[in-house]
């Protein structure tokens, strides 16, 4: 992959800019200094020069598993939610109903091309995994959970614009999505990373605020959410 996350700071940083820490560290070797972090598993990273100049990427120093060799591997994804409260079920779907247009622009700015199809598959999955039953969850942090639900594959974008794969992780501590938001003082960091032919691309840290709902803004037209609606 083309960034990581630093040594010891929670962002990112290219190749470039993990050769000249390692300078600034008084390696005579990149890979003597303290490697970088693979922003998903958090495992250390060692650097490869690439064969040409802006191919210098990051990898991980083993064959262990980490979800971003095998998007298929998000543990959250899958597992259903316990101790089900109805009342607080019912009030996070109507939070997401409420707000359906504000989510889905949100989502436009997270998602590269995501199509209006995607959404409806997005809450789809949703319902199927019962994402709205989770104990405490925080329904303004909804966008930050569909955006983990599918795979954003380039033949399913917006007039097929999406040129690689995109998928959403959390990093591997979390388990369940009850994790996200049980004993956390914040957030837990999202990570978005794109794939080309199965081999990781970019990373991107998402900013998981809710300022998005902050914003008056009827993205969705009447056709369009009585369909998210009914699927819901
Ligand atoms: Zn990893």
New binding site residues.
């Given amino acids: 992959m083309f960034e990581a996350l630093h040594p010891y700071e929670n962002r990112l940083i290219t190749y470039s800019d993990y050769l000249e820490f390692a300078l600034e560290s008084n390696c005579s070797k990149p890979n003597d200094a303290k490697g970088a972090r693979?922003p998903?598993?958090t495992?250390l990273m060692k650097v490869r020069s690439g064969h040409k100049k802006g191919d210098g990427h990051f990898c991980?120093k083993d064959d262990k598993f980490?979800?971003?060799k095998a998007p298929a591997g998000r543990p959250y994804i899958g597992l259903p939610p316990s101790d089900i409260d109805p009342i607080a079920t019912k009030l996070n779907q109507e939070f997401a109903q409420n707000n359906l247009s504000k989510i889905w622009n949100r989502l436009q700015s997270i998602v590269p091309f995501i199509d209006f199809k995607e959404f409806i598959d997005i809450l789809a999955e949703a319902k199927r995994l019962r994402v709205y039953s989770y104990a405490n969850l925080e329904p303004k942090l909804l966008p930050y959970v569909y955006v983990t639900l599918i795979n954003f594959l380039p033949n399913k974008s917006f007039q097929k614009k999406r040129k690689l794969k995109f998928c959403f992780f959390y990093e591997s501590e979390v388990q369940t999505y009850g994790d996200l938001w049980i004993n956390q003082g914040s957030f837990s960091r999202l990570t978005r990373i794109s794939y080309n032919n199965g081999k990781t691309q970019r990373v991107t840290l998402i900013d998981t605020n809710t300022a998005y709902l902050e914003r008056e803004q009827d993205s969705l037209s009447q056709k369009q959410l009585e369909w998210c609606i009914k699927i819901m």
């Fill in positions: 693979c998903v598993c495992r991980h980490c979800p971003t």
